[in-house]
């Protein structure tokens, strides 16, 4: 079976298969993935530095080539400094005004720190804490024989 079989199989099938096949459909598979983004990256690249080479600033600009329209979009990407941030918040406050009126506060916990917290601490955050599940991912290997 090739890659190129799998787009018209039933799951059934697909289920069916042997381990072995698979394993090697998934290698294939992701040789072609990492293919196309190298191809992607090229390409874009080529854009690039064909279209967008002198573009200053932020937004969507359209350029012209032959019988097609380019439309480039240079998307705003800000970052803020959570110090200065916090630091803006506290003179705010300070000032007698409500931040939240300005400012949306995100409290977040590093996985590691909570491990870390004795239990007194955990307990109190257990209740805002809740788990998912990500999506699964899998490495598939031949066993080495003995």
Do not use: C
Not at 16 to 28: D, E, G, K, R, Y
Not at 38 to 51: E, K
Not at 86 to 102: H, L, S
Not at 118 to 136: H, M, N, V
Request: no cysteine.
């Amino acid at each position: 079976m090739t890659l190129d079989d799998i787009k018209e199989q039933p799951p059934g099938v697909l289920d069916a298969l042997p381990i072995a096949v698979l394993a090697n459909l998934q290698t294939q598979a992701e040789a072609h993935l990492a293919d196309a983004s190298q191809m992607v990256a090229i390409l874009h690249s080529t854009f690039v530095r064909r279209y967008a080479d002198g573009l200053n600033g932020f937004g969507t600009t359209t350029r012209t080539d032959g019988d097609f329209e380019i439309k480039i979009n240079v998307p705003k990407n800000v970052a803020w400094d959570q110090v200065k941030i916090a630091e803006a918040v506290e003179t705010i406050k300070g000032w007698g005004e409500n931040p939240d009126q300005y400012v949306d506060t995100k409290i977040t916990v590093s996985e590691t720190k909570y491990k870390a917290w004795p239990d007194s601490i955990s307990q109190l955050f257990e209740p805002a804490r809740t788990e998912k599940a990500g999506k699964p991912t899998f490495k598939i290997m031949e066993k080495e024989s003995a």
